[in-house]
């Protein structure tokens, strides 16, 4: 009970905080907002406060479009993770309710066979024709009582076999979900692993093509320096939409890890694969970076592109070095520029890793 009341006014001062927020701040008093500042007072979402603190140090508010970002970037996985495990409990509820309903079946057909065979006996003992109707007339009843189980069991198995379909849609949702960057909505490095495994395991059986880019923000530490992590992560936002609008079909688009992204593209030999990475990064430079709470220039993003291409003996751990030593190499010698594995800059990269 004392444990109780101590949640209870643990939840209120954490209430309390977040509508003094709120109101201080004069922000809407929207769900939106007051989950953000409770999550924010109970402390247990330590990046969510680390950004909040920043922002208001450094802009001593935060705008509508800032607690969007917020929201989307540092709550929706929680949201995904409770939402599996609701599916999960919904899952088991369901097949603990079936298999109830079987084991009741399975008591009346035992039931059932005990009946027949009692029958059986009372009628090889019956001498008038009064015991040999009461004996079917029992037979009657328990046959009815045992099609209405058998009934109510198809039924019920019936709208089992929708739910679990309707759960399995949800679960197969939620796990596009867990393969997703929140950020940028490309594949996350989950994804990506799964992804590239499979496309060098169908290269290396077909004798096709497969190229990667592996892909890095240039100065990107510079944008939170200067502008605040927000701001960077709207650049991320920026060169994830430039890889959707730039890459169709079956290549395959995802986050890498913090600044980095990567292209997986299969039936790609090496020549196309520069073509594709330039175009990337023609896209990307196409774009200027508004500040969203401003409204503010804040200049151009540039990438620098790493390519390598599938080689015979490969594994999947040594074309992402190769692509990753190439973009070192264009992080070297400018940036803003695409270099691939048979360009004198990766085997100078090479030569200085080796040395």
């Not at 899952?91 to 035992?110: F, K, Q």
Request: aromatic share 6%; glycine share 6%; net charge negative.
């Amino acid at each position: 009970m004392i444990k109780a009341l101590d949640e209870h006014e643990r939840s209120m001062a954490f209430a309390d905080v977040a509508l003094g927020q709120i109101k201080s701040l004069r922000q809407t008093a929207v769900p939106r907002n007051y989950e953000i500042w409770y999550v924010y007072a109970s402390g247990y979402n330590a990046p969510l406060n680390k950004i909040i603190n920043e922002t208001l140090a450094r802009h001593g508010k935060l705008t509508e479009a800032d607690l969007d970002q917020i929201y989307d970037t540092y709550l929706s996985q929680i949201k995904t993770t409770d939402r599996i495990d609701k599916v999960g409990a919904r899952v088991i509820n369901e097949i603990d309710d079936v298999m109830s309903l079987i084991t009741d079946a399975l008591g009346m057909s035992a039931s059932y066979d005990d009946s027949l065979s009692g029958a059986s006996q009372k009628l090889s003992v019956a001498k008038n024709r009064d015991q040999v109707k009461a004996v079917v007339e029992q037979l009657v009843v328990s046959t009815r009582e045992m099609r209405e189980t058998n009934k109510a069991l198809e039924d019920r198995l019936t709208l089992s076999k929708q739910e679990i379909s309707n759960l399995q849609q949800s679960l197969e949702a939620i796990r596009a979900e867990s393969l997703t960057d929140p950020l940028t909505s490309l594949g996350n490095r989950k994804y990506f692993d799964r992804a590239i495994a499979a496309a060098v395991q169908s290269a290396a059986a077909s004798g096709e093509s497969l190229s990667l880019l592996m892909l890095d923000i240039d100065h990107f530490k510079s944008f939170n320096d200067n502008y605040g992590h927000l701001t960077g992560d709207q650049v991320l936002r920026l060169v994830g939409m430039s890889l959707k609008q730039t890459i169709k079909g079956q290549d395959i688009t995802a986050r890498y890890g913090g600044e980095e992204f990567a292209v997986v593209l299969p039936a790609t030999a090496l020549r196309q694969a520069l073509t594709v990475a330039d175009h990337i990064r023609r896209a990307v430079m196409s774009k200027e970076l508004k500040k969203k709470s401003t409204g503010e220039i804040l200049g151009r993003v540039t990438i620098s592109i790493g390519v390598s291409m599938l080689q015979p003996g490969d594994d999947t751990d040594s074309l992402i070095e190769r692509a990753d030593a190439c973009l070192y190499a264009a992080k070297r010698n400018g940036r803003n520029r695409v270099i691939c594995e048979s360009d004198p800059e990766y085997s100078a990269e090479i030569q200085s890793q080796v040395a």
